[in-house]
């Protein structure tokens, strides 16, 4: 087994709209973690988002002890310390980079026996999909989805010249609620308005149309049915877009907003931010680049 261990694992948003549980793009905002075996036990020093939840609830940990577990090798005593900036529980894919790091960082203290794709698998388990994971591995625009024996995936170089605005209303939706609100069933009209508007984005970003985001963000598939559990959400993705955003969407599953922009981002965080206040909610707001950095380029070893 190695000695002292670091990693950087990006935020990412996903669905972008359209790309439900298939697309997510990495931003240049970086949760890091070191660890290093030795002392007594397991120690775990946390700063920054999450700081507050207990060993037992750390996805990092938890995702380095499943890992072993697979390995079928204890986990040794060690030492933990994570520096969160990834905002928790607004759809800016904090757990995937938690359990991304953790991965990254088990199969690295245990001399790499996965490669990459065993990684990206493992973390899809955990997570459940992979659209965060994937990108918080490679960095990049990812498409991914799940396949009978794996994920199947192609990365993008990230659209660096672009600005993601985030817009983080102050209210906690939880993940769970937010998957319990989507229906079974969709009409079929909607099902070829999403995979139209999907395919356009890809082609879009990766074609640097950035004319035609407006359109291809638009969504039927999720975001009319978590509208309810974000108040003001339309008036925020609409105020975004008169403000100067190419394109808007819930980040993630929410409750975030994110409109992609190039130039000053104040106006279009300003008129999110007072289109949710008209619907008694407050809101922070960010702004991000995409990235091209993921967990396994970032990787240290020492």
Not at 75 to 103: D, E, F, K, Q, Y
Not at 174 to 203: H, I, K, Q, W, Y
Not at 220 to 231: E, G, S, W
Not at 261 to 268: F, K, L, M, N, S
Request: aromatic residues 4%.
């Amino acid at each position: 087994m190695i000695g002292r261990v670091r990693v950087s694992v990006p935020a990412s948003v996903a669905n972008l709209g359209p790309g439900f549980d298939a697309l997510g793009l990495a931003l240049d905002l970086f949760n890091v973690v070191e660890a290093e075996p030795g002392g007594e036990g397991v120690r775990v020093e946390m700063m920054g988002e999450a700081r507050d939840l207990a060993p037992a609830d750390n996805l990092v940990l938890g995702a380095i002890q499943q890992a072993f577990a697979l390995a079928g090798t204890d986990l040794p005593p060690l030492r933990l310390r994570l520096t969160n900036r990834i905002p928790v529980g607004c759809g800016m894919g904090s757990s995937a980079a938690a359990i991304v790091a953790g991965v990254v960082v088990a199969n690295a203290l245990l001399g790499d026996p996965w490669p990459p794709e065993k990684l990206l698998a493992l973390a899809t388990e955990l997570e459940g999909h992979p659209d965060n994971v994937a990108p918080a591995l490679w960095g990049g625009l990812v498409v991914s989805c799940g396949s009978g024996d794996g994920v199947r995936w192609i990365r993008l170089d990230a659209p660096s010249e672009l600005q993601a605005v985030l817009v983080i209303p102050e209210i906690v939706v939880p993940t769970r609620e937010a998957r319990r609100v989507l229906p079974e069933s969709v009409p079929f009209g909607d099902a070829v308005f999403n995979v139209g508007r999907t395919a356009l984005l890809v082609a879009a970003l990766a074609g640097r149309r950035y004319d035609l985001l407006h359109e291809a963000m638009r969504d039927r598939l999720h975001q009319p049915y978590r509208a309810p559990l974000v108040p003001g959400l339309e008036d925020g993705l609409r105020a975004a877009e008169r403000a100067g955003a190419l394109g808007a969407a819930l980040s993630g599953a929410g409750p975030g907003l994110v409109a992609f922009a190039v130039g000053d981002a104040r106006p279009i965080a300003e008129a999110v931010q007072a289109a949710l206040a008209r619907h008694g909610v407050a809101s922070a707001w960010m702004v991000a680049r995409p990235t091209g950095w993921g967990a396994l380029a970032t990787l240290h070893r020492r």
